[in-house]
């Protein structure tokens, strides 16, 4: 069991979470989807949703809004490599996508 969200990226939870609930609240507003696609997505937004309450939790964000939790702790070296190379990596699919959103909504 692992213990510890080294090597995890919290900006790719943060977009997948994002993506999953764009999708699920998209379904639901059309009314087209079955209800048990319905279910599937909404159970998937709400474990992508527990995931990211873990970072959430690991970085110190509940103690430093709303003064519950534990303080965050310092952050390992892995852990500042991996923040590091997300950065990077977000920066760089931004550079591409950006663009790419915006020639689709001219189209």
Do not use: H
Not at 24 to 31: E, H, R
Request: proline share 3%; with cysteine.
């Amino acid at each position: 069991k692992k213990s510890n969200l080294e090597g995890l990226s919290v900006r790719s939870q943060w977009s997948s979470f994002v993506c999953q609930l764009v999708i699920f609240l998209n379904l639901a507003d059309t009314g087209q989807a079955s209800t048990i696609i319905l279910c599937e997505m909404g159970v998937s937004v709400v474990i992508e949703g527990w995931k990211l309450n873990k970072f959430l939790a690991r970085n110190g964000t509940f103690n430093r809004l709303l003064g519950i939790g534990t303080p965050p702790k310092a952050l390992t070296q892995m852990q500042k490599d991996t923040d590091e190379y997300d950065k990077r990596a977000m920066r760089v699919l931004s550079v591409a996508l950006y663009p790419i959103v915006g020639a689709y909504g001219v189209y």
